[in-house]
Every structure is written in C-alpha cells, then in structure tokens.
C-alpha cells in the first residue's frame, strides 16, 4: 500500500488533517482536489487492500467457498462496479468475477472470466481460444474446484444483493452439472459486508472527501452566493451544480435547498427569494474517490440589527443534537438497526424531545449497504432495518427533531441534520465535526 500511503501523506501535508471530534465543519476553503491520475492510483490501491482483507474475512465468517458474480456491458452489478480498477470504470460485455477459497488458510483466488485484464487485481482464467463459450469456461472453473457452497447474489430485500439476472442464471445452470443447483446459496450478506465495510485507508482518507463537501456547503450558504432579496433557493441549488462541475467533481444526488419562514407553512423551494429572518436548510453530496458524502446544514440569515438567531431557533438545534447524542450511544455491534431506532426514540421522547430518525450506511453508495435505522416515512420496525450493526462502517446520522419557536408565534419548525460518522465497535465519531450552530448570512452589505 505505499502508493496509497504516499498520497494520502501528500494530501495531509496540503492541510487536509483529519479534524479532532471536537472540531466544527470547514470554513469554506476547498481542500485541494487530486489530479485524475494520483485519484487512479489511490482509488486501485483502495480496492486492492480491499479484495484483499475484506474477501478472506467475509467469506470465511460466512461459509463460503466460491462466490461468483456477473455483470453486462451497460447493466452493471452493484457490487462488481465497486471491484473494477478506476481505468476499467465499467463492464466490458460480459465481466464475470469468481472468488475461490481452497481452504487451510490457502489465499483466496481471484478469477476474471472476461475477455479484458483488470488491472492485475484478478487472475485472467479465460482464454477465448482454448474455449470459445465463456458459459462453458465457468463451469469448468467451478467444477474443477468443486465447491460446496457457490454464492451467486440474489436477494428480495436489497438492491446491492440482487446483481444476478435470470437470463444468465439460466445460462450458467446449463452449462454445470445438475448437482450444482443443490449447492447455490444467496450472495446477499457477502455483498452487503462487502460493500459497507471500510479498511483503515478509506477511514483514513474520508475525512478529506467530507472537508470538500464542507467547503463547498459553507461557500453556498454564505454572501459569496447569497444575497438577501435577491437569490432564490434554486439560484443556490444550480450554484451547487455549476461549482461541482467547475472542481471535476460529481454530484451523486440533486441539491436541495429550501426555506422555513415565520408564518409559512412546510418548506419554500424553487423560485422562492431568500429573505432576512428565514431559517434555510440544504442536503448535499458528492463522489470522490469513490467515496460518498451526504450531509446536511442549516443556516439563518440575519435581520438588519440581528448578531444571531433566535433563541426558539438556536434551541431547536439543540434538540436535534442531543438526539444525535441519544442515537449515537445506541450503536452496538449485532444490534439490529430497528432495534437502534426503537432505543433511540424511546429514549428521545423521554427527554421531552420530538424526533424522526432516518440514519443509514454511506461508503461506496450514498445510501449504503447494511441496515436502515428507521426511515422519514416509517418510524417502527422495518425489514431493511433488520440486519446487525457491524464494526468498521461508515454512516450519514440523519434525523430531525420538531420544536416550536416562540419568536416565531410557537411555530413548529424542523430542525433537519445529517452528518458523516464512522463506526469502529466501540464508539461513534463524526468525520469532520458536526454542526452545533447556526451559520448566520448577514443581510447588509
């Protein structure tokens, strides 16, 4: 891992420290962004660190010997697309990986049935001259190495688990032995662990890929986009889009930004004109490095006269911290995601505290693989909540909590957060801070 380790050293010494936990998100200033080259490289080296710890330990925990997956040219599998080096980018007509455990504590091997090379990361096991039917050279892999338990992903519960179609599942099973179809087990948990499990690297680099998100966010909500009267919710939103695209970046969602306004019901968007006095919210996220951010921010603009928001407003930030607090002291290792929820709540209400708690995995998707804790439109259990926490993940804390504000006549407002944390086992810590106040945008010039 020297490469990785070498640009990651690069990029530290440029000033992109991890923060300690105490510390607010970035000022503004926009970390420096990689060229596309050194990207190329740590994104390989990420991936080779990868395929190498997460794959023995996931397969062994499980039972399984061979894990075989298969993705078409335009029809990619949610977990190969995460295992192609960054110089592949995609599948090539037909990319079938296979991952072999011969057992003993032998290493594992790593096939690639395709007629394209993989940047060294798997072991080229099909020769288009010796056997022209790549159906008929993956079942003389398997058959040669006799597995007991041959994973293929499918899965009714989530997308990531779900990458093998019909069509070649069909043509696979023509092509083995009849006594195969005994020994297919799902791939569901194997792509799940997979893909929400960061190494020590990419824990080490995250903190970098939020700074960015932070900057950019606090650049949006400040005097360098906005202007009181004049700027629109929409305004910012394609500011968002325009300035992604300016530093070579990529948005994995549509911005939002939306107003909350004494006397208005919900959320103003759009066209809507930002005024003084308004409470202005945003959700925002970006890819680099193949790593995701999702994170949301709130902002008051201030009236003329005004040197902060109102108390009712700074309280009800305050709220939706202590149930962050309150959720993240609920993380266990093997505790169900419903069960995290069902603490949470209950322990939130207790305090007299009004919450709607939506917090799931980030990592290689934005909304990641591994278990939801509750949803915005379900607050009890749910079968997408029912997995286990497991050590090493990384997560967007969203919720929110709803308070009445009596500058505001006693209207109820929705005090939105969402912040990037890593799980290690044993506590929760917030990649790059968490906001504890308000961002205030002056109104006079």
């Known amino acids: 891992m020297m490469m990785l380790r070498s640009a990651l050293l690069g990029a530290l010494a440029l000033g992109l420290a991890a923060p300690t936990l105490a510390q607010d998100e970035a000022s503004g200033i926009t970390p420096d962004i990689l060229p596309l080259r050194e990207r190329v490289e740590v994104i390989d080296d990420i991936i080779e660190e990868r395929l190498d710890t997460i794959?023995?330990?996931?397969?062994?925990?499980?039972?399984?010997?061979?894990?075989?997956?298969?993705?078409?040219?335009?029809?990619?599998?949610?977990?190969?697309d995460t295992m192609l080096d960054a110089r592949s980018m995609a599948a090539r007509r037909r990319t079938i990986l296979i991952f072999f455990d011969p057992g003993d504590g032998q290493p594992i091997e790593r096939?690639?049935?395709?007629?394209?090379?993989?940047?060294?990361?798997?072991?080229?096991?099909?020769?288009?001259?010796?056997?022209?039917?790549?159906?008929?050279?993956?079942?003389?892999?398997?058959?040669?190495?006799?597995?007991?338990?041959?994973?293929?992903?499918?899965?009714?519960?989530?997308?990531?688990?779900?990458?093998?179609?019909?069509?070649?599942?069909?043509?696979?099973?023509a092509a083995l032995p009849d006594d195969y179809e005994d020994r297919i087990v799902s791939g569901e948990t194997l792509a799940v662990r997979w893909l929400e499990t960061r190494t020590p690297s990419e824990i080490e680099?995250?903190?970098?890929?939020?700074?960015?998100?932070?900057?950019?966010?606090?650049?949006?909500?400040?005097?360098?986009?906005?202007?009181?009267?004049?700027?629109?919710?929409?305004?910012?939103?394609?500011?968002?889009?325009?300035?992604?695209?300016?530093?070579?970046?990529?948005?994995?969602?549509?911005?939002?930004?939306?107003?909350?306004?004494?006397?208005?019901?919900?959320?103003?968007r759009g066209d809507e004109i930002i005024q003084p006095g308004d409470l202005l919210w945003t959700d925002f996220g970006i890819t680099y490095l193949r790593l995701n951010t999702d994170t949301q921010q709130l902002a008051y603009v201030l009236r003329e006269g005004e040197t902060e928001a109102p108390?009712?407003?700074?309280?009800?930030?305050?709220?939706?911290?202590?149930?962050?607090?309150?959720?993240?002291?609920?993380?266990?290792?093997?505790?169900s995601g419903n069960e995290a929820l069902r603490l949470t709540r209950e322990q939130a209400i207790a305090e007299g505290l009004d919450p709607s708690v939506y917090t799931h995995p980030i990592g290689t998707h934005g909304h990641g693989a591994g278990p939801a804790i509750g949803f915005?439109?379900?607050?009890?259990?749910?079968?997408?909540?029912?997995?286990?926490?497991?050590?090493?993940?990384?997560?967007?804390?969203?919720?929110?909590?709803?308070?009445?504000?009596?500058?505001?006549?006693?209207?109820?407002?929705?005090?939105?957060?969402?912040?990037?944390?890593?799980?290690?086992?044993?506590?929760?810590?917030?990649?790059d801070g968490r906001q504890t106040e308000l961002i205030l945008i002056p109104s006079g010039d």
């Open 55 to 80: 794959i023995p330990q996931i397969m062994r925990e499980e039972g399984v010997d061979m894990w075989l997956l298969m993705a078409r040219e335009y029809f990619e599998e949610p977990v190969i």
């Open 311 to 335: 108390a009712g407003l700074r309280q009800g930030l305050a709220n939706t911290n202590q149930v962050q607090d309150i959720l993240v002291r609920n993380y266990a290792v093997g505790r």
């Open 376 to 431: 915005w439109d379900n607050q009890e259990a749910d079968p997408r909540g029912a997995m286990p926490i497991k050590a090493n993940t990384a997560w967007a804390i969203e919720l929110t909590s709803y308070a009445p504000v009596p500058e505001w006549g006693g209207q109820v407002v929705d005090f939105r957060s969402e912040k990037n944390a890593i799980f290690d086992g044993e506590t929760v810590r917030y990649i």
């Open 111 to 173: 096939m690639t049935v395709s007629r394209y090379g993989l940047a060294g990361l798997f072991e080229p096991a099909w020769d288009p001259d010796v056997e022209p039917n790549q159906w008929q050279a993956v079942a003389d892999i398997i058959t040669a190495r006799d597995p007991q338990r041959l994973a293929i992903n499918y899965s009714d519960l989530t997308a990531f688990g779900d990458g093998m179609t019909l069509s070649q599942y069909r043509s696979m099973m």
């Open 205 to 268: 680099l995250y903190p970098t890929v939020v700074q960015i998100a932070h900057a950019i966010m606090a650049r949006a909500f400040s005097r360098e986009v906005i202007t009181p009267g004049e700027t629109t919710a929409d305004d910012v939103v394609w500011w968002y889009r325009d300035e992604v695209d300016r530093l070579g970046l990529v948005p994995w969602f549509q911005p939002s930004v939306a107003i909350q306004r004494e006397g208005a019901d919900g959320f103003l």
